[in-house]
């Protein structure tokens, strides 16, 4: 026998078995805490593949239905759409054309959900600008905020008036959140909600998304997204926009930005929430590809991670996977 003492404290009697495994874990989901992002596409009749997201689709009008009815069927809590326009232009016209593809998709969504799944929408003009900047341009070439901030308040009441029931502001223009909020009270749309994508980062993660909605964007969007080494600046974005009305708050990416995730989560009095984006969803889609990593525990570790770094709600590209694996109890 040595006669080293033995340990009175032993954190792993209560890692020994599966069902105390599973009583004692600290963080779950939900497949109503998970978002689903889908993208639409004008003038197609079947869905397109797209190459750097195996597994996700630029869906048409046809196929849309089915894919909000396997999201409600599967439980999770919402959809987020995005419109991938056919003709594009320097004001993104089609944003605010009551037929433009994301108000048109926005009607089909909230049809086929019939109440049973939150339909929400992007709120931002790059998906409908030619020059895929999130706002309008001035003569010198830069996104002009204020301008910008017109073109959103007629985007949100086009959204309003398609049904969507959470506007998702991705530009990062400052006073985005009172813009729209204003436009939406001024019509009658009081009970329309904003989710602030509050803290987004300017961020290489988003490369994927871009070929989703095929944007061609010339130049970069760090003049508006945050710089990724500012923690502090997230958190002061997060409390402006809570200031400005946001009835929800988003950080964005996901993975990298957990301590900006759970800063705004300690100090936010309204919902948080996060988004895992197109290249977190393609670095473990393509290393599972490769047999590198075991694909399902990687998608629910990184869910859960941003779950246990604050987030109430996850958009993720694997919600509507992701719910049915929960509800076979795979997650315990
Ligand atoms: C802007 C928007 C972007 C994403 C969501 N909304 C792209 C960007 O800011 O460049 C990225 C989402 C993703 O990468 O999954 N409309």
Redesign the pocket.
């Known amino acids: 026998m040595s006669s080293a003492p033995l340990p009175r404290v032993r954190p792993r009697r209560l890692r020994e078995t599966p069902a105390m495994r599973r009583l004692v874990s600290e963080t779950r989901i939900h497949p109503a805490e998970l978002v689903l992002?889908i993208f639409v596409r004008e003038g197609v009749s079947a869905p397109v593949p797209i190459a750097s997201m195996p597994g996700v689709v630029q869906h048409s009008l046809e196929s849309l239905p089915e894919a909000v009815a396997d999201a409600a069927a599967a439980g999770i809590g919402g959809v987020m759409l995005?419109g991938v326009p056919e003709q594009r232009d320097a004001r993104g016209s089609g944003a605010t054309d009551p037929d433009g593809i994301l108000n048109v998709a926005t009607r089909v969504a909230v049809e086929a959900s019939a109440g049973r799944l939150l339909v929400q929408t992007?709120?931002?003009?790059?998906?409908f600008t030619d020059h895929g900047h999130?706002g309008v341009l001035d003569d010198r070439g830069r996104v002009d905020n204020d301008a910008t901030l017109v073109r959103y308040a007629a985007m949100g009441l086009e959204q309003a008036r398609a049904g969507s029931e959470l506007l998702?502001l991705?530009?990062?223009m400052d006073g985005q959140v009172a813009a729209v909020r204003e436009a939406l009270d001024d019509q009658d749309f009081t009970d329309v909600a904003i989710l602030a994508?509050s803290a987004?980062y300017?961020?290489a993660?988003?490369?994927?998304?871009?070929d989703?909605?095929e944007?061609t964007?010339e130049g970069d969007?760090r003049s508006y997204?945050l710089d990724p080494g500012n923690r502090r600046e997230g958190l002061r974005e997060a409390m402006i926009d809570i200031e400005e009305g946001a009835d929800i708050v988003m950080v964005?990416?996901a993975g990298s930005y957990l301590d900006v995730l759970a800063d705004v989560a300690a100090a936010s009095e309204v919902p948080v929430w996060a988004?895992?984006?197109?290249?977190?969803?393609a670095m473990i889609e393509a290393a599972a590809a490769h047999g590198w990593i075991d694909r399902k525990r990687a998608v629910i570790e990184s869910v859960r991670g941003i779950r246990r770094a604050g987030a109430d709600v996850v958009?993720t590209?694997w919600a509507t996977e992701l719910a049915g694996w929960i509800r076979n109890g795979d997650l315990a």
């Open positions: 992002p995005f992007d709120l931002c003009l790059d998906e999130c998702g991705s530009g990062m994508y987004k300017a961020s993660y988003y490369g994927p998304f871009r989703a909605v944007s964007l969007r997204q964005k990416p988004y895992q984006v197109s290249g977190e969803y958009l590209y």
